[in-house]
């Protein structure tokens, strides 16, 4: 399976924000190495945040992926991207928001929907509403319907360090399953 890392061009900053003493781009890293993925293409802008994030990832990522990172001075849309990373069209790509932290399992959206795109619909972690929930979307090489599912496991956007702290807390404090690709 293949992902991409699609970036935040509102919170430039957030994969470097640190969750429980730790880079979000990194637990993304984990968590996807973790589901069987195994190419990975970050779309980054041309920016010194940037340059950044590609030095974290390049010293300190999952050694079982492989990882094409994609510069750009726009956003690019999730298909562009899979081609620039020359990802073969077999099954679907996994897009995840720059912004999310995810603990989902993604094996059964593996298999074929009748539409084009599946937008995987995760719940908030924990009770804190001050951490939005975030969907993941799955995409074939084609352009057509877009089907929404719900899936198993959570999502949240962490935007900044007080979102981070928020969910460090819950995870330290055994308020949140603490999933292996999360594990520090």
């Not at 924000?17 to 890293?29: A, K, N, S, T, Y």
């Not at 009770?127 to 084609?142: F, K, S, Y």
């Amino acid at each position: 399976m293949r992902a991409i890392i699609e970036r935040s061009w509102e919170h430039v900053a957030a994969s470097l924000v640190e969750v429980d003493g730790r880079p979000l781009i990194l637990r993304q890293l984990d968590w996807l190495a973790a589901e069987h993925v195994t190419h990975v293409a970050i779309t980054l802008g041309l920016d010194d945040v940037s340059e950044a994030i590609a030095a974290c990832v390049i010293a300190r990522a999952p050694a079982a992926l492989t990882l094409t990172l994609i510069r750009s001075l726009r956003p690019i849309p999730a298909r562009d991207a899979a081609i620039d990373a020359q990802f073969p069209w077999r099954g679907r790509v996994v897009c995840v928001p720059a912004t999310a932290m995810v603990d989902a399992r993604l094996g059964p959206f593996e298999v074929a929907w009748p539409a084009e795109e599946l937008r995987v619909v995760l719940a908030s972690p924990g009770a804190d509403d001050r951490l939005p929930p975030a969907a993941l979307r799955l995409v074939t090489q084609e352009w057509g319907a877009v089907a929404a599912r719900r899936g198993v496991g959570w999502a949240c956007h962490v935007t900044d360090a007080a979102a981070a702290d928020r969910l460090s807390r819950l995870l330290t404090s055994g308020h949140l399953a603490r999933p292996a690709a999360v594990a520090a």
